[in-house]
């Protein structure tokens, strides 16, 4: 066995798993705490289940975060920089309005949108998204969305968040056995 390609492997799972992986995590929950801290709506959730109408295999769709207030239930699924899709864009728009019909179940009295944040989203680069708009389902440019619409610090949450996952890549190295002020110098 080669124990480099070893060693590479290893530092190139943790550190994808913690930084890129996880990181998408620790930016949905930095969203939320944003929503949420902002005051602006009664109710604000992150991975709140919803039980599916007409279930199949799967039972519940868990919505990244969902705000509600008096007459409006606004889901949101936040996606992060990466993209990986292997359905069809017909496929996923029938999802969304499953989960469309089903937020509306639970809150028969309130208007549903669901939404989609996509970091760095620009109109043009990925079809799927496009698609969703020109068929009523919005998508926004997380950053741009935040400041617009809660006047948030972007640069302030972007750090935290990298602060973060900086703190679990450390942890899992050193769980691992590795050294992580070692592996600092050695790359300096």
Do not use: W
Request: charged residues 30%.
């Amino acid at each position: 066995m080669n124990s480099k390609f070893e060693l590479l492997k290893e530092l190139a799972a943790v550190t994808h798993g913690k930084i890129n992986i996880a990181g998408g995590n620790v930016f949905q929950h930095e969203i939320y705490l944003a929503i949420k801290e902002s005051g602006k709506h009664n109710k604000v959730y992150e991975e709140y289940s919803i039980p599916l109408v007409d279930k199949g295999k799967r039972k519940h769709h868990k919505v990244d975060i969902l705000t509600v207030d008096d007459d409006m239930v606004i889901a949101t699924n936040s996606k992060g920089k990466s993209f990986n899709s292997t359905d069809s864009e017909d496929a996923k728009l029938n999802d969304v309005k499953h989960f469309i019909r089903s937020i509306q179940k639970q809150f028969p009295d309130k208007k549903v949108i669901y939404q989609f944040f996509k970091d760095e989203f620009v109109s043009g680069k990925i079809s799927l998204y496009d698609y969703f708009v020109e068929n009523g389902v919005p998508v926004y440019n997380t950053e741009r969305y935040l400041i617009d619409n809660y006047g948030i610090d972007f640069d302030a949450l972007e750090q935290r968040r990298q602060k973060e996952c900086v703190r679990r890549c450390e942890d899992a190295l050193n769980n691992a056995g590795y050294n992580v002020k070692e592996l600092y110098e050695a790359c300096s």
